[in-house]
């Protein structure tokens, strides 16, 4: 009988041979694809990313690209999303920049979510062990990779293709497969810190794992401790985000629009205009501001038409003060435990045990104020104002960035807990099982800043002089209109409200005084302001037992015996999200409004879903070891789900390999895989939501869309009663501001169908031993895709449809007169479809020069190729091209070299980014003066990476330094990170110790 021993059971292992690596993301190539038969007493069953089939070679007919723990050390990257961008596949993936400030989704800061060939978060499945894991964010089933301990990852496989017939929902574009540490012992100790060029972006990390081997190695106990800092970093911490930063607006000489000249110019000192953190005041018919806050005449700097409301110098309020965060604030502090006991031969127990504690912190923006009215009552106006006379309104108009009120900032406390139990072992020489039970939970609390009570806050701005108002003889005493008038109605002298008190009584105001920056008192503060703290909980069970094998004890094929695994597995998914009761408080006049001014009505959001599944594979290996056969086999697999949301479905792939001869190997597989609709999708309630826009009508973007573009807008526009001619929201102070709509779920969605056929070639030359280089193409169609349109895409649907009868037109509302904008709906609906193929090559060359005095040399290198992106956002809409635009770069690619001599190690690493252009391929082809030629593409980087490491001579301790982007390089002109990032050029150093017993 073959021995538990010999045939552990480790998902995932052995892929090594067939991955290239990575620069800093490198796998060693210590073994050959086709290596000779093993004895038959040593025979190491193995499970492979993509297969619960135990086999005892490393091949395997789907692409794997493989990072094992030595490359995240190499790279002196110690968050692995930012690590795992770097692969071509990965290369959009929601890394730290994603996750900060104003990027960052609604209560996901701080969180890191990775995206396989850019289908998006919640169409890439990530596993811990081949297991699943709880999501990190709210009604999703997108993984914080956060929340995987960096220092106990043994390797990450990244796999290319369907594998919902294996692993289930959610893998349509393919799975990230996190490997763990097992049976470790010893002890392994590694410290590192690290900091930018700029003096900024610190980074501390430190973990700790020890194991013992007990019961006569029967037993194994392993714990580890983590924790992770990095420091908070804003927008205006770096040049590209200072007031003196070029940034791309409307060209003013090319107004009207002269094809000669460029549409778009760089210009810097940009602001928003007529907009102050002290305050706008405007008090005549130009309602132009002619007054600081202060009483101080206003600067407007010059005006920029047609460039959302944007000037040049002046008292405007900077664009660059209004971004926000280029990183959170992060802290992580994870627990693990192992633990597995070989209670036969052939039956071990194992567990394991995590709580991962996440702090983060980010800076968003601060709210505002346009076209705020005040009435002449109020005493607080500056006297040079009232000197200048307020006959014209009876009072004043001020606009109004209020940072001193405090930026909405969001801070999060995350605790996930998750635990695995499970049994494995031998059923007899020739089939194994395994039955696990795996749970996981997420509860979230975040608390949002500063956000403004609506009905308090005007009733606050409506101040009066008390002697004034009730004898008619100023007094000095100042107080709240409401608190003196009896209160029907909250700001009855200005009446920007208009309704009467909800969250507070006449008596309680306190007059908020904003003329000039900083005066409001704390009280005026304490009394117009709340923060609002939201919690959410998202659970997960997973039960799963399957059993894999071969047919050896009854028959043989001339290529061997044919490998199966068959299984079952139930999951559960519950996620609740619970807001703050103000957040869901409802407007007594206005039901889809809610009380806070400047955060949408929001409402509880419950759901869960449960599915049963059956699954099955079988390798059929039909030839080997013959002439032009060396090896020619197929693998089919399928699984039928039964969802409680969906109903049922099935998912099914067939994949091959066929090596003539020992030096080359060719591959190649086709699937059919789902991904059903998550909880948010599904039951999100009907809440309010806020959206940028930018008007596929205004002058600047009616040439940039369908020919049917300029004829809508006409038709809408003037239908409105409002002269399309001269209609221009960029001359709407608002046009610069987020907008409020609604959102809802759809419980009618249906599942989504991904089709993905993929074909490559391993060539390992027998005559250059250590080289390997393998060459994968893959093809990927999702249909019934479940897709929300943003604002901007439902509106651009409406105008580029053949007619103005469509249901793009439907979900938007703009005012009578002015045609623009006042209301929205959006949710997600089975409309789209996406279309992406493209190749990967790798090649990976170990070698050692003359008789080895020179040391060993590891060369690698990924190069990844997209052919296509064709996306199709809404059926009426049209099929949008993204390959070579911002996210969607042609070429990328990584290399790496390692030399490794005695005690020294020294590693050289590249990453290529190649062009993107600026703007979408149909702007370019409808306006092809949309910028300068040298502006409309940003051109490609490389980037350099170098490190060193000491070893002792007992290679139990080492100490490692090293700097990534050594030549700095930084943001284009007028990008926050594109195409290399935002954070320049890093050092970092570090100690590393490992024993391989704890001497007891």
């Known amino acids: 009988m073959i021995s538990f021993q010999n045939l552990r059971f480790m998902s995932g292992a052995g892929v090594l041979a067939l991955a290239a690596t990575l620069p800093s993301v490198v796998v060693a190539q210590d073994t050959e694809i086709l290596s000779e038969p093993a004895a038959e007493e040593e025979v190491n069953a193995i499970v492979v990313t993509g297969t619960r089939i135990q086999r005892p070679e490393a091949a395997t007919a789907t692409p794997i690209v493989a990072i094992t723990s030595e490359n995240i050390v190499q790279s002196g990257v110690t968050n692995v999303t930012e690590l795992l961008t770097q692969t071509p596949a990965l290369f959009n993936s929601e890394a730290n920049f994603d996750a900060a400030g104003s990027q960052a989704r609604t209560g996901a800061a701080g969180v890191n979510l990775l995206n396989l060939r850019n289908l998006g978060a919640n169409r890439t499945l990530v596993l811990v062990d081949g297991r699943r894991h709880v999501a990190g964010v709210s009604g999703e089933a997108a993984v914080d990779i956060n929340t995987i301990p960096v220092g106990l990852i043994e390797r990450v496989d990244v796999l290319t293709g369907g594998v919902s017939s294996v692993y289930g929902a959610d893998g349509v574009s393919g799975v990230v497969n996190f490997i763990m540490r097992r049976d470790f012992e010893g002890v392994d100790i590694r410290a590192q810190g690290g900091m930018s060029d700029f003096d900024d972006a610190g980074s501390l990390f430190l973990s700790a794992t020890v194991g013992k081997n007990f019961a006569d190695d029967r037993a194994n106990i392993a714990l580890s401790y983590e924790f992770r800092k990095d420091d908070r970093v804003g ?44 305050g706008a005041l405007i008090i005549d018919e130009s309602f132009s501001p002619v007054f600081g806050g202060d009483g101080r005449p206003y600067d407007p700097g010059t005006f920029l038409p047609q460039s959302n409301f944007l000037a040049v110098g002046g008292d405007n309020t900077p664009i660059a003060d209004y971004q926000g965060d280029l990183q959170a604030g992060t802290e992580h502090h994870a627990f693990n435990a192992f633990f597995n006991y070989e209670i036969s031969p052939d039956l071990r127990f194992f567990a394991e045990g995590k709580y991962v504690k996440s702090d983060n912190f980010t800076v968003a923006q601060p709210s505002f104020d346009f076209a705020t009215y005040i009435s002449e009552d109020n005493p607080l106006i500056p006297d040079t104002v009232r000197a200048a006379g307020l006959g014209t309104y ?57 956000q403004r009570i609506e009905d308090r806050y005007f009733a606050a701005l409506d101040v009066v ?28 002298g200005n009446f920007n409200y208009g309704e009467a008190p909800q969250t507070f009584q006449p008596g309680e105001c306190v007059p908020l005084n904003l003329f000039g920056e900083g005066v409001a008192s704390q009280a005026a503060l304490d009394f117009v302001l709340t923060d609002t703290s939201n919690e959410y909980r998202i659970e997960q069970h997973v039960a799963n037992a399957f059993i894999t094998g071969d047919f050896g004890n009854y028959f043989e094929l001339p290529g061997g015996a044919v490998n199966f695994a068959f299984g079952a597995e139930y999951r559960k998914e519950k996620s609740n999200f619970r807001p703050d009761d103000i957040s869901t408080q409802v407007t007594d006049f206005d039901p889809n ?37 060396e090896l020619l086999e197929f693998t089919v697999a399928g699984r039928y789900s039964d969802y409680s949301t969906v109903g049922s479905t099935e998912a099914w792939s067939v994949n091959g390999q066929w090596a003539p001869i020992r030096d080359i190997r060719f591959r190649g597989g086709y699937s059919e895989s789902v991904r059903a609709p998550n909880i948010t999708e599904l039951f999100a309630p009907r809440t309010g939501t806020f959206a940028f826009f930018d008007d596929p009508c205004s002058p600047v973007n009616r040439n940039q869309g369908t020919s049917f573009r300029q004829a809508n807008c006409a038709a809408l526009i003037n239908g409105l009663g409002a002269d399309f001619d001269t209609f221009d929201p960029s001359l709407d102070p608002q046009s610069s501001a987020s907008r409020e709509g609604i959102f809802s779920g759809n419980p009618e969605l249906s599942e989504e169908t991904a089709t993905t056929w993929t074909a490559g070639v391993i060539v390992q030359p027998s005559f250059v031993p250590g080289l390997l280089i393998t060459a994968d193409w893959y093809d990927i169609r999702l249909s019934d895709a479940v897709r929300t349109p943003s604002l901007d895409e439902t509106a651009e649907f409406c105008v580029d449809s053949e007619t103005l009868d469509n249901v793009f037109c439907d979900r938007i509302s703009r005012e009578q007169g002015t045609g623009y904008i006042s209301s ?44 296509k992106f064709e996306f199709l956002p809404a059926n009426g809409g049209t099929v949008d091209q993204e390959r070579g635009e911002i996210g969607y770069p042609e070429w990328s690619g990584v290399a790496d070299l390692t030399w490794n001599l005695d005690n020294i190690s020294l590693n050289y690493g590249v990453r290529y980014v190649g062009e993107q252009l600026r703007y979408e ?31 002792t001579d007992n290679e139990q301790a080492s100490f490692f330094l090293g700097v990534n982007n050594l030549s700095n390089e930084l943001p284009s002109r007028g990008s926050a990170s594109q195409p290399v990032g935002w954070l320049g050029r890093f050092f970092y150093a570090g100690v590393r110790i490992n024993t391989d017993s704890l001497g007891f």
């Not at 003889?473 to 029907?488: E, S």
């Open 824 to 867: 929205f709906i959006l949710g997600p609906q089975n409309v789209a479809f996406v279309e992406t193929a493209g190749a990967d090559l790798t090649v990976s060359y170990r070698f050692e020069p003359g008789d080895g005095d020179l040391g060993t040399f590891n060369l690698s290198g990924t190069v990844g190729y997209l052919d």
């Open 593 to 629: 409004s809610g009380v806070l001014a400047d955060l949408a009505l929001l409402a509880d959001e419950s759901g869960s879903f449960d599915v049963w599944e059956v699954f099955g594979e079988i390798n059929v290996p039909i030839l080997s070891d013959r002439p032009f056969f």
């Open 235 to 278: 927008f205006g911490d770096r040049p590209s985000g200072r007031y003196e930063a070029d940034r791309l607006v409307r060209n003013p000489n090319d107004i009207p629009d002269d094809p000669n000249i460029p549409d778009n110019i760089f210009l810097n000192r940009l602001g928003y205009a007529e907009s102050s953190p002290g």
């Open 465 to 492: 002089d008390v002697g004034q108002f009730t004898t008619g003889t100023p007094n000095g005493v100042f107080d709240c209109r409401v608190n003196v008038d009896g209160g029907a109605i909250a700001d009855a």
């Open 394 to 450: 009876g009072g004043l108009f001020f606009n109004r960035d209020n940072f001193d009120l405090g930026t909405r900032n969001e801070n999060f406390e995350r605790d996930l807990y998750r635990t695995v139990v499970g049994f494995d072992g031998n059923i007899s020489d020739r089939v194994r099982f395994e039955a696990s039970y795996v749970y996981g939970r997420n509860d979230t609390t975040y608390v949002s800043t500063n």
């Open 921 to 951: 391929i149909d702007q370019i082809a409808a306006d092809p003066d949309i910028a300068a030629p040298d502006v409309i593409e940003l051109d490609n980087r490389f980037v350099h990476d170098l490190r060193a490491e000491f070893r």
